[in-house]
T-cell receptor
Framework: EPEVTQTPSHQVTQMGQEVILRCVPI?????FYWYRQILGQKVEFLVS????????KSEIFDDQFSVERPDGSNFTLKIRSTKLEDSAMYFC?????????????FGSGTQLSVL | DQQVKQNSPSLSVQEGRISILNCDYT??????FLWYKKYPAEGPTFLIS?????DKNEDGRFTVFLNKSAKHLSLHIVPSQPGDSAVYFC???????????FGQGTRLTINP
């Protein structure tokens, strides 16, 4: 079964450094998402992306965050200057369609630790 | 933001018995509900969903019930198996919106 692939599985960085989290969505999917889960808390929506632009974003997704689809297969999340509170598991997801009655397929996540 | 709530952080059930996981929501505009299962070191995996126009959806051992008037849904697993031990997330979406709103999750443990 096709799957969403995320790299790296773990990323440790110093506060203030830039990080890029990478994802390869399922090949025929058109909608791409980033979610995150801070330890012990809910899975939270960050951003959705379609047709090479952001289609929806949450309050969490401020100017420090950006997303990009640099080629036909990768989807990246960049955090420009990491803060301690950015430490979380970041999940990439993709779907063929969006909206009602459409399920998301999630990757295994990247555990980001900001020291 | 407590739009989707799972009030039981954990649940322990004997193998072979029924597991019932509960979820409450506050936003009456939610029109689609999903359950995801998550094993350690893996991403959430879709389990079953229900549209707001239905009150029940069944898939093998898994059944989801929706009570719109109570803003409540539940996931029934019967019979429960050891492989069902995982964290279960309830999620909801609004028509036209692209994001899912998740509950806090319930850790289900199936005891042999």
């Amino acid at each position: 079964e096709p799957e969403v692939t995320q790299t790296p599985s773990h990323q440790v960085t110093q506060m203030g450094q830039e990080v890029i989290l990478r994802c390869v969505p399922i090949s025929n999917h058109l909608y791409f998402y980033w979610y995150r889960q801070i330890l012990g808390q809910k899975v939270e929506f960050l951003v959705s992306f379609y047709n090479n632009e952001i289609s929806e974003k949450s309050e969490i997704f401020d100017d420090q965050f950006s997303v990009e689809r640099p080629d036909g297969s990768n989807f990246t999340l960049k955090i420009r200057s990491t803060k301690l509170e950015d430490s979380a598991m970041y999940f990439c997801a993709s779907s063929i369609l969006t909206g009602t009655n459409e399920k998301l397929f999630f990757g295994s996540g990247t555990q980001l630790s900001v020291l | 933001d407590q739009q989707v709530k799972q009030n039981s952080p954990s649940l322990s059930v004997q193998e072979g018995r029924i597991s019932i996981l509960n979820c409450d929501y506050t936003n009456s505009m939610f029109d689609y509900f999903l359950w995801y299962k998550k094993y350690p070191a893996e991403g959430p995996t879709f389990l079953i969903s229900i549209s707001s126009i239905k009150d029940k959806n069944e898939d093998g051992r898994f059944t989801v019930f929706l009570n719109k008037s109570a803003k409540h849904l539940s996931l029934h697993i019967v019979p429960s198996q050891p492989g069902d031990s995982a964290v279960y997330f309830c999620a909801a979406s609004l028509q036209g919106a692209q994001k899912l709103v998740f509950g806090q999750g319930t850790r289900l443990t199936i005891n042999p």
